[in-house]
């Protein structure tokens, strides 16, 4: 029972560092904030993902946008920004924060 209390403690913090190396090789052409989600299973997923928001950014203010300049909506999870996301089979997808200028989505908006 050891052994499985021990690997249950370690296992996230190696996940975690595991998508951080991957992350960090991923090539954006965005200077903005990134963030990057990742899918380990054989199927496409689209479920709720959180993220804690850079503290230079204002929760009022943001969406997400995918490489195709799509924006999705974020709203509040109890401490954490959360989102909609859409990952593809054994991959991951890259969403950057984006400012509203006017408070409002642009036409580019996903729900």
Not at 29 to 58: A, G, M, Q
Request: include cysteine; hydrophobic fraction near 35%; charged fraction near 30%.
């Amino acid at each position: 029972m050891i052994e499985y209390r021990e690997t249950a403690e370690l296992a996230p913090e190696i996940i975690k560092k595991a998508c951080d190396f991957i992350a960090s090789g991923i090539k954006v052409s965005s200077d903005n904030e990134k963030v990057c989600v990742f899918n380990p299973h054989p199927w496409k997923r689209k479920d709720i993902c959180t993220f804690s928001l850079p503290e230079k950014y204002s929760f009022e203010n943001i969406v997400l946008c995918d490489k195709n300049e799509k924006e999705y909506s974020v709203f509040k999870k109890d401490s954490q920004c959360a989102f909609i996301a859409d990952v593809p089979a054994l991959g991951y997808s890259v969403y950057y924060i984006k400012e509203m200028n006017s408070g409002k989505p642009s036409e580019n908006f996903q729900n």
